[in-house]
């Protein structure tokens, strides 16, 4: 959804671009196909009549702002009208009185539910909160043990009763072990149905009326488009809900819902699911969403990414190589490896402004792998010294690897390149890491 729709606004913003004033012509001209790119994204019609309404409202005789061009300004409401349309602002999980806070998880069967479950333990787990969860799903095959398995990697106790079928007795027994251990949250994850029905329902408003949940999540599927929508109106008017969760929002052209969805029912979407990993999971920041479907990245979701991979005091230390023009393949190792904790290639470049979109990035993540291999053959000195790198020692290294000696002659022609451009920073003054700790500001 964020690459077309991406691709569609640049086209869009090109033609607007060059006019001395946003006019009533050129504004309709550029919204006729706002309109058609989000409506093939699958977003509601009437949700998108009055998105483009509103801009034209706005747009219509706007004098240019000093110093920008036409283009920008248009960029800007109509970036300012889709965050509002996202939810404006980031909507958090709100903790109840007493330990523990229960957050009930529902929606139809394979929404994801059971997976996101353990992604939001892991979640709450990196914010220091004490986790549990309840395998309320007693219908669907193997759903007990794919909660207990999710549950033992992300090493959050799961509670489960596979003799019981009454949910209600095995949800308040959960519970009771939950405020025993001082757990801080309690996720309950719920049976799923291929269709809503009034068995399904009735056994979530037994385990609402019962446990009282803080907040009913819907977890919903974003690869079904617009039934997203419906599916968010029929559990929020049978349960209330009070937030919605979009799972594979990274897998879909459309995706409508996520812009459709706030509007429609009312209900913020709170996270999103962004791979299949334990760890791809984010908070919904309609800005960031925004800004992404614009074409100009996230870098603030970027910056997040690089503090939780990458260490402060290595940071510091890599900092003062380049300063001093010390960098080795050591150094070129950690760096690589770094990376590779952030995620994959192509959800670092997504969040890059103004980087072109790269079809296949399949070959970029063999390459590293080569490299980070050819590098663990070398020994510690090799790695600290390349100079010493004869023949004899490239053909050892080249089959430890399992690569060509002119894989590791590329390797050391990319890293003297690499020396090259540290050798330009080196000169310049390197900027102090704040006090508690992350990156510097952008302006310097």
């Given at each position: 959804?964020l690459?077309?729709?991406?691709?569609?606004?640049?086209?869009?913003f090109?033609?607007?671009?060059g006019?001395g004033?946003?006019?009533?012509?050129?504004?309709?001209?550029?919204?006729?196909?706002?309109?058609?790119?989000?409506?093939?994204?699958?977003?509601?019609?009437?949700?998108?009549?009055?998105?483009t309404?509103?801009?034209?409202?706005k747009?219509?005789?706007?004098?240019?702002l000093?110093?920008?061009?036409?283009?920008?300004?248009?960029?800007?409401?109509?970036?300012?009208?889709?965050v509002?349309?996202?939810?404006?602002?980031n909507s958090r999980?709100t903790?109840?009185?007493?330990?523990?806070?229960?957050?009930?998880?529902?929606?139809?069967?394979?929404?994801?539910k059971?997976?996101?479950a353990a992604?939001?333990?892991?979640y709450?787990?990196?914010?220091?909160?004490?986790?549990?969860?309840?395998?309320?799903?007693v219908?669907?095959?193997?759903?007990?043990?794919?909660?207990?398995?999710?549950?033992?990697?992300a090493?959050?106790?799961?509670?489960?009763d596979?003799?019981?079928?009454?949910?209600?007795?095995?949800?308040?027994?959960?519970?009771?072990?939950?405020?025993?251990?001082?757990?801080?949250?309690?996720?309950?994850?719920?049976?799923?149905?291929l269709?809503?029905?009034?068995?399904?329902?009735?056994?979530?408003?037994?385990?609402?009326?019962?446990?009282?949940p803080?907040?009913i999540?819907l977890?919903?599927?974003?690869?079904?488009?617009?039934?997203?929508?419906?599916l968010?109106?029929?559990?929020n008017e049978?349960?209330?809900i009070?937030?919605?969760?979009?799972?594979?929002?990274?897998?879909?052209t459309?995706?409508?819902?996520a812009?459709?969805?706030?509007?429609?029912?009312?209900?913020?979407?709170?996270?999103?699911?962004?791979?299949?990993k334990?760890?791809?999971?984010?908070?919904?920041?309609?800005?960031?969403?925004?800004?992404?479907?614009?074409?100009?990245?996230?870098v603030?979701?970027?910056?997040?990414?690089?503090?939780?991979?990458?260490?402060?005091?290595?940071?510091k230390?890599?900092?003062?190589?380049?300063?001093?023009q010390?960098v080795?393949?050591?150094?070129?190792?950690?760096?690589?490896?770094?990376?590779?904790?952030?995620?994959?290639l192509a959800?670092?470049?997504k969040?890059?402004?103004?980087?072109?979109?790269?079809?296949?990035l399949?070959?970029?993540?063999?390459?590293?792998k080569?490299?980070?291999?050819?590098?663990?053959?070398?020994?510690?000195?090799?790695?600290?010294?390349?100079?010493?790198?004869?023949?004899?020692?490239?053909i050892?290294?080249?089959?430890?690897?399992?690569?060509d000696?002119?894989?590791?002659?590329?390797?050391l022609?990319?890293?003297d390149?690499?020396?090259?451009?540290m050798?330009?920073?080196?000169?310049?003054?390197?900027?102090?890491?704040?006090?508690?700790?992350?990156?510097?500001?952008?302006?310097?």
């Open positions: 959804m690459e077309n729709l991406g691709a569609r606004f640049q086209e869009i090109k033609k607007v671009r006019h004033r946003l006019s009533e012509d050129n504004v309709k001209e550029a919204l006729r196909e706002v309109k058609m790119s989000l409506l093939e994204a699958d977003v509601n019609y009437k949700v998108v009549k009055d998105f309404n509103k801009i034209l409202e747009s219509n005789g706007t004098e240019v000093k110093g920008i061009n036409p283009g920008q300004q248009f960029i800007k409401i109509v970036n300012d009208e889709l509002e349309l996202l939810g404006g602002i999980f903790k109840s009185a007493k330990n523990p806070t229960i957050l009930m998880l529902a929606g139809l069967q394979g929404s994801g059971t997976t996101f992604k939001l333990g892991k709450l787990q990196k914010q220091g909160e004490s986790v549990m969860m309840i395998a309320g799903d219908y669907r095959p193997a759903a007990i043990k794919q909660l207990q398995v999710l549950g033992e990697q090493g959050i106790q799961v509670y489960a596979e003799n019981n079928k009454n949910v209600v007795e095995i949800c308040e027994k959960g519970l009771e072990i939950a405020k025993e251990k001082g757990s801080t949250y309690l996720i309950i994850d719920t049976a799923g149905r269709h809503i029905d009034e068995t399904l329902m009735d056994e979530l408003k037994n385990i609402k009326k019962s446990l009282r803080q907040e999540l977890v919903v599927d974003a690869m079904i488009g617009q039934d997203a929508v419906n968010a109106k029929s559990f049978a349960l209330s009070d937030g919605v969760i979009l799972t594979k929002l990274d897998g879909d459309r995706g409508g819902a812009l459709s969805i706030k509007s429609v029912v009312g209900k913020p979407i709170k996270f999103a699911g962004i791979g299949e334990i760890d791809d999971i984010e908070l919904f920041h309609p800005d960031r969403l925004a800004s992404r479907i614009l074409g100009m990245g996230d603030v979701s970027l910056v997040e990414k690089a503090q939780e991979a990458i260490d402060e005091e290595d940071a230390s890599f900092a003062e190589r380049i300063k001093n010390k080795n393949l050591e150094d070129f190792l950690k760096m690589l490896r770094m990376l590779k904790k952030m995620g994959p959800g670092i470049m969040m890059i402004p103004g980087i072109p979109k790269i079809d296949d399949a070959p970029a993540e063999k390459e590293m080569k490299t980070e291999c050819i590098i663990q053959s070398m020994t510690r000195q090799e790695r600290k010294n390349p100079d010493i790198l004869k023949a004899s020692r490239k050892r290294i080249a089959r430890g690897s399992g690569t000696v002119s894989d590791v002659n590329r390797l022609k990319q890293f390149n690499l020396k090259g451009i050798k330009m920073f080196g000169g310049m003054k390197m900027p102090n890491f704040p006090a508690g700790g992350g990156f510097p500001p952008f302006g310097k």
